[in-house]
């Protein structure tokens, strides 16, 4: 047996993936689109508008082989770009297809909307990124939201504290006056998020403006940079929920157990439904105290499991 057929494919795989492109009747081709994940038995998140496509999904290796073929078939996304894992299994309880009108939501009232085929900041490649992030007078800006920056970002990142990418107009406008003549890098987890807030921010009058040409992702499997100077896990929309980037000397943990401190990379979310927040708290601690935010939250859990008095 040669070498090429000693390497087996894995039993799954998971793709990350988007286009901007115009989509002229994005209800027609959500439903072509279904028929399509369902025959290859797909699951995963995909979000369908006129300006384009964004998904993720997972499924056999045979399947998402055909789904790539599928996609680099159709004229819309015959040049659009797969960011593939290897996995055990599928990383997505169920498919779920969606038409909206952004594919993802800047949500700038319309002629006011970025066209990324039309403003982006420079795109750099990982190789580019990690060079221009060591330059003088250069500020990182993480577009991802807060949960997402604390489980994993890069070092000496600005990670703005908003939980929606729709915040994001408003934070620069409260902080315009500190990234006045910086050289300005963007990046998210996949590329997308980035496309519009590079533009965005280029559209509010800054010059310098980058970002990370695939994300995250792609700055993890880049064979030269590997990762280097991610700080953490990369926060994911599936069952995963963080995965490894930094294949470095400079990779570490950057999350810490909110009861004892100890260093835990790893998410859960508070047992109490109506709060449902995803918290760090280590092993021995959810053994101590369950996997709660606090004792106001294990209390209410409490309460709400207590039998109804007679």
Request: aromatic share 10%; charged share 30%.
């Amino acid at each position: 047996m040669n070498a090429a057929t000693s390497i087996e494919a894995p039993p799954y795989q998971v793709l990350l993936y988007y286009r901007y492109v115009p989509i002229a009747d994005p209800e027609a081709y959500m439903k072509e689109h279904r028929a399509l994940c369902e025959s290859l038995e797909l699951k995963g998140r995909i979000i369908v508008g006129e300006e384009g496509i964004n998904g993720t999904v997972s499924g056999t290796y045979e399947s998402t082989q055909k789904y790539i073929q599928a996609m680099h078939d159709d004229p819309h996304t015959s040049d659009m770009e797969f960011k593939i894992d290897p996995a055990e299994d599928h990383t997505f309880p169920k498919l779920s297809i969606k038409v909206r009108s952004e594919i993802v939501t800047l949500g700038l009232p319309g002629e006011s909307d970025i066209d990324p085929n039309q403003l982006s900041g420079e795109r750099l490649s990982p190789r580019e990124f990690y060079e221009k992030m060591q330059e003088e007078d250069v500020v990182i800006i993480d577009g991802r939201n807060d949960y997402e920056a604390d489980l994993g970002h890069f070092k000496n990142a600005i990670c703005p504290p908003i939980s929606s990418f729709r915040e994001f107009p408003d934070w620069l406008r409260d902080n315009a006056q500190d990234l006045q003549g910086k050289k300005i890098l963007t990046y998210c987890t996949g590329g997308i998020r980035c496309e519009k807030l590079s533009g965005y921010i280029r559209k509010e009058g800054f010059e310098d403006v980058y970002q990370l040409e695939g994300g995250i992702v792609k700055y993890g499997k880049d064979p030269e940079v590997q990762g280097r100077d991610f700080e953490g896990l990369c926060y994911v929309f599936d069952q995963r929920v963080g995965v490894e980037v930094n294949h470095t000397d400079t990779k570490k943990v950057i999350s810490h157990c909110r009861y004892c401190g100890t260093e835990e990379p790893h998410y859960g979310n508070c047992k109490w439904p109506s709060c449902n927040e995803q918290i760090f708290v280590c092993p021995s601690c959810r053994e101590e105290n369950g996997l709660y935010c606090g004792p106001e939250c294990r209390a209410e859990a409490e309460k709400d499991a207590a039998p109804e008095a007679e």
